[in-house]
T-cell receptor, first 118, second 111 residues
Framework: GAVVSQHPSRVICKSGTSVKIECRSLDFQATTMFWYRQFPKQSLMLMAT?????????EQGVEKDKFLINHASLTLSTLTVTSAHPEDSSFYICSASRRLAGGYYEQYFGPGTRLTVT | RKEVEQDPGPFNVPEGATVAFNCTYS??????FFWYRQDCRKEPKLLMSVYSSGNEDGRFTAQLNRASQYISLLIRDSKLSDSATYLC????????????FGQGTTLQVKP
């Protein structure tokens, strides 16, 4: 399968600071990347769809000014959690979408970033 | 009604058993269907894509019934390493690749 990297894998920060998470597709170009959040024992929750060269599309209830997304190239998307608070502590996972023949897509996930806000 | 529904389990089975997971989806316009596997505190990994009436990969067989909006995953000869959460995933009606996840079914294979 395709390879998606995510950095950092784990971060602990103080309340009020900002944290940037990078997501890279290593062996294919991804015009679309997705950002998810997962709380313990819950399913993945889509936060936003990141499109290369355009503004991200946020899901209902996700604050776009708090979760800044930049998709600067076909292989890199970043998520910045601004003014983090303890309730933002979660497992953040990105995925990159690869288009296949016939117009189908497959999504490959990064290894995730575990954010702890103290 | 949830867009993708799965029995959360847990399914506790002995090694060597055959186990089947079911999933239903509500959007008849969904185009693509997948099974992902997620281990504890790890990211989901694509297990199988299901594009037609079904497909098989080794011990794993996925079936799709578009008329009933139903997807299944069959695991034969269960291994201890199969213990994980299995996520039923479908795409939305738009052609953006956006995925809709079921809550997952937990499988625990015991020796």
């Amino acid at each position: 399968g395709a390879v998606v990297s995510q950095h950092p894998s784990r971060v602990i920060c103080k309340s009020g600071t900002s944290v940037k998470i990078e997501c890279r597709s290593l062996d294919f170009q991804a015009t679309t990347m997705f950002w998810y959040r997962q709380f313990p024992k819950q399913s993945l929750m889509l936060m936003a769809t990141s499109n290369e060269g355009s503004k991200a599309t946020y899901e209902q209830g996700v604050e776009k000014d708090k979760f800044l997304i930049n998709h600067a190239s076909l292989t890199l998307s970043t998520l910045t959690v601004t003014s983090a608070h303890p309730e933002d502590s979660s497992f953040y996972i990105c995925s990159a979408s690869r288009r296949l023949a016939g117009g189908y897509y497959e999504q490959y996930f990064g290894p995730g970033t575990r954010l702890t806000v103290t | 009604r949830k867009e993708v529904e799965q029995d959360p389990g847990p399914f506790n089975v002995p090694e060597g058993a055959t186990v089947a997971f079911n999933c239903t989806y509500s959007n008849s316009a969904s185009q693509s269907f997948f099974w992902y596997r997620q281990d504890c505190r790890k990211e989901p990994k694509l297990l199988m894509s299901v594009y037609s009436s079904g497909n098989e990969d080794g011990r794993f067989t996925a079936q799709l019934n578009r008329a009933s909006q139903y997807i299944s995953l069959l695991i034969r000869d269960s291994k201890l390493s199969d213990s994980a959460t299995y996520l039923c995933v479908v795409t939305g009606s738009s052609n953006t690749g956006k995925l809709i996840f079921g809550q997952g079914t937990t499988l625990q294979v015991k020796p």
